[in-house]
């Protein structure tokens, strides 16, 4: 029999056990036992965040640019409420993160004690499993349980709410690695990737003269190693290839193969080969609504095939011809093997074939659809990112974004070329990730240049998280688009509601220069587009936190765009477009 | 003409709508129930009953018999959902109609009324496996054990009968033969 440990303990034992090196997290009455026994267990830092929501998307930025699970620690009541968007932002970009939330103890919990909340209730939506823990003997299996979940099969957060008085009690400590319960066979990463399948892809592509590969998160959470795979695949068979806004980074973005992202925002080439193509291969998206628009008017005349760790993501959305549950990594070593081995020539034998093709998608790409008239008067948002981009691309750089226009501008004028570099929020697109997400990706790479293109309407619903940043002296850079305005909302309501801008001007906005000054960090504004080099220079070589206010044309639009209601082939490019462009109908759909 | 101005693209063509079992082999541990139904009304699925009890006491596995309606994609979903839960161990489907499935539900009725409608009453149950389980000088209970649709039926010829109170349960289903479903 060996020595008795606490709760509290045991939470640290299998956090050392899982490798956790860092926690996000913000102490209160219910979680004092844990933050009491910190002390003892030196491999573990807390990073004490501002609200619990920054620990949650610290929690993400650490996870999706690192590749491990991201953990973060808050008490019962509004402690767990807060940490609520975070979950479901997780919940939605399957992000690992494993949540630990103190309750009322055992015997208070249902009689509406002092912050209690039915924490497990609440959460049961937004997390892929959680547990309330009533007996100290569950706590260690179901702790390593809770990572477990997070990090198999298609990833997300869990959270484990530990009543107070199961910190405080004792118990022998067991962790059997054997007793890895099968989590009733959803532990399982693969499906079986069967030649035959393999070889209906192959035959498939072989008989294709207008082939895309969509390609989207799931190659990023495969891990590096599928997106090599990627790479691979494209050189194997010069096939075009389009990414999802959180698939960027998995082929490189400056790539002539690449026809940039997809989707509501996404390039003119990109879309019409979706609407063109006559072979569709989706490696690791879920056609997503802000992708496919109108189903019943997306791609029309392809074949599809669907690559998906989650078997319910395939056939949600739209029909496939060919489905195939598996790891994205392990699907593509399967498939370029295969290639490798039986149809050594596919690229050459295959030019032919497909050349009418490029001639069609460099047609397309004449159009230049992330163009924008630049101006010598005002700082253009897209020639801001623009700039940012040449001025940090040599440097192995960490972009994260808040949610608006400015992060559709990243994602399109900022190149990515490696994977794990692109923190945004996708599904649930919550404005204020940016910033703590940038301080859990800093966290997990001190030494690298991260950046949040963030706009000014979300950056101050997380801007307390500068006072985190300040405190572990992390030097990340808050480069704010400023519009004045919520622009993404001002934009739909200029071509869709008349011009109505109801309540889409922030009036009163802080100075963002002496903002920073109290924080204890670097403020720099800039106006003018002449300044602009230099100043994201100085700002890129000061090892602080800095807060950049880049004045931006307040009135700039967001293009291109597929006016909602439109099959892909009907983009709005810019300005000129827009007049006769948005019908009634469009206007219910966009 | 001003339409709404929502956000979503419009909704697709819908497939024909159809009713099926679904039958769901859970842990029986605290707050499975919750998760299986919030699935349901989280997504907007559809359940006409619901019946669940452990069948097995050492494994601690419960089964829960779920009647829902929904488009083939929708039902498809269903599935695959209720899949991706920790605590489920499998998820049979079978259609309302299917010949090779048993189908029951059990109703309670009390029945206050004259002896002559109460006799009425007591024959019009009689086919569907009726047990009288209480009597007194003005009323009965009667257990009866039958098909959804039979049991609506009962209910509404019933009634002008002195019916003053229902209980039913949802549906539970098992598959004719030698096999079980794996
Ligand atoms: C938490 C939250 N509330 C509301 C919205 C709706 N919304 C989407 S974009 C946007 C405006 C964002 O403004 P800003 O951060 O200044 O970015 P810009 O579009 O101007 O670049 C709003 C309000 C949201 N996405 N998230
Ligand atoms: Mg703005």
């Given at each position: 029999m060996g020595k008795l440990i606490s709760g509290a303990e045991i939470v640290f034992k299998v956090l050392e056990h899982h490798k956790v090196d860092h926690i996000f997290g913000y102490p209160g009455g219910a979680v004092l036992p844990i933050y009491d026994e910190l002390k003892n267990h030196k491999t573990i830092k807390h990073i004490l965040v501002r609200h619990e929501q920054g620990a949650g998307h610290a929690a993400e930025g650490y996870a999706r640019s690192s590749g491990k699970p991201g953990v973060m620690l808050v008490t019962s009541g509004p402690g767990a409420t807060n940490a609520v968007t975070a979950l479901t932002d997780a919940y939605m970009d399957s992000i690992p993160i494993v949540c630990i939330s103190g309750q009322v103890p055992t015997h208070l919990i249902g009689t509406d004690a002092f912050q209690e909340c039915d924490t497990t209730g609440i959460t049961r939506p937004c997390t892929k499993h959680n547990w309330l823990v009533k007996d100290i003997n569950d706590l260690a299996k179901i702790m390593d349980l809770a990572f477990e979940v997070a990090t198999t099969g298609r990833p997300g957060p869990v959270l484990v709410d530990i009543p107070k008085d199961i910190q405080f009690k004792k118990t022998n400590f067991v962790l059997k690695n054997s007793n890895k319960k099968k989590l009733n066979g959803k532990s399982s990463s693969n499906g079986k990737i069967t030649t035959n399948n393999l070889d209906k892809v192959i035959s498939l592509m072989k008989k294709s003269s207008k082939p895309i590969f969509y390609t989207g998160g799931g190659v990023i959470n495969s891990g590096p190693e599928a997106s090599n795979l990627l790479r691979e695949l494209i050189s194997l068979t010069g096939f075009p290839i389009t990414s999802t806004l959180q698939g960027?980074?998995?082929?490189?973005?400056?790539?002539?193969?690449f026809l940039g992202m997809l989707g509501m925002h996404g390039t003119y080439e990109a879309n019409n080969a979706m609407y063109s193509c006559d072979l569709m291969v989706n490696i690791g998206a879920r056609f997503d609504d802000r992708i496919t628009g109108k189903v019943d008017e997306f791609s029309p005349n392809s074949k599809k095939i669907h690559i998906d760790i989650d078997p319910s993501s395939i056939g949600k959305n739209i029909k496939v011809d060919l489905a195939i549950v598996s790891d994205v990594g392990s699907f593509l070593k399967a498939l370029n093997k295969r290639i490798k081995e039986k149809h050594k020539d596919f690229l050459n034998s295959n030019k032919h074939n497909i050349s009418k093709w490029w001639k069609d998608i460099d047609k397309w790409r004449q159009k230049k659809s992330l163009s924008f008239k630049n101006s010598k008067e005002v700082i253009k948002p897209q020639y801001a990112v623009q700039r940012l981009y040449e001025l940090s691309k040599n440097k192995d750089t960490f972009i994260t974004t808040e949610v608006g226009q400015h992060q559709m501008w990243a994602a399109q004028h900022y190149k990515f070329n490696k994977p794990n570099r692109w923190m945004t929020s996708g599904g649930?697109?919550?404005?204020?990730?940016g910033l703590p997400a940038a301080v859990g990706v800093q966290i997990a790479h001190p030494d690298k240049l991260v950046i949040d293109i963030a706009g000014e309407a979300s950056v101050l619903m997380t801007m307390q998280e500068m006072s985190t940043a300040v405190q572990y002296k992390l030097p990340i850079k808050i480069f704010i688009l400023n519009n004045q305005y919520m622009g993404m909302v001002r934009q739909w309501q200029e071509l869709l509601h008349e011009k109505n801008y109801s309540e889409s001007y922030t009036a009163a906005l802080p100075d963002f220069v002496k903002l920073a000054e109290a924080y204890g960090c670097v403020g720099i504004k800039a106006s003018k587009p002449d300044e602009l080099d230099e100043k994201i220079n100085q700002m890129i070589n000061i090892n602080e936190p800095v807060i950049f206010d880049c004045r931006v044309d307040p009135s700039e639009n967001c293009y291109p765009m597929i006016p909602s209601g439109k099959p892909h082939n009907q983009m709005l490019l810019g300005p000129e477009d827009e007049k006769e462009e948005v019908s009634d109908e469009g206007k219910t759909l966009v | 003409m001003t339409k709404s101005k929502s956000a979503y693209s419009e909704p697709g063509k819908l497939g024909k709508s159809e009713h099926h079992i679904i039958v769901v082999w859970v842990d029986n541990e605290a707050g499975v129930l919750a998760r299986v139904v919030g699935l349901f009304s989280g997504r907007g699925y559809n359940i006409e009953s619901l019946a669940v009890a452990e069948v097995d006491k050492k494994k601690h596995i419960s089964r829960i018999t779920i009647v829902t309606s929904g488009t083939p994609s929708v039902i498809e979903q269903i599935k695959l959902q209720l899949k991706k839960l920790i605590p489920v161990h499998k998820v049979a489907d079978f259609k309302r109609n299917d010949p090779n499935i048993l189908f029951k539900e059990l109703a309670l009725f009390k029945v206050v009324s004259s002896k002559k409608n109460r006799e009425k009453a007591q024959k019009l149950c009689k086919k569907y496996n009726a047990f009288v389980l209480d009597k007194s000088k003005n009323s009965f209970v009667i257990q009866v054990t039958a098909l959804r649709r039979d049991i609506d039926k009962l209910i509404e010829i019933l009634s002008p009968l002195g019916l003053v109170s229902t209980s039913r349960t949802g549906a539970v289903a098992m598959t004719r033969g030698s096999e079980t479903f794996k």
């Open positions: 960027l980074g998995a082929y490189p973005g400056d790539d002539p193969s649930l697109g919550t404005m204020g990730y | -």
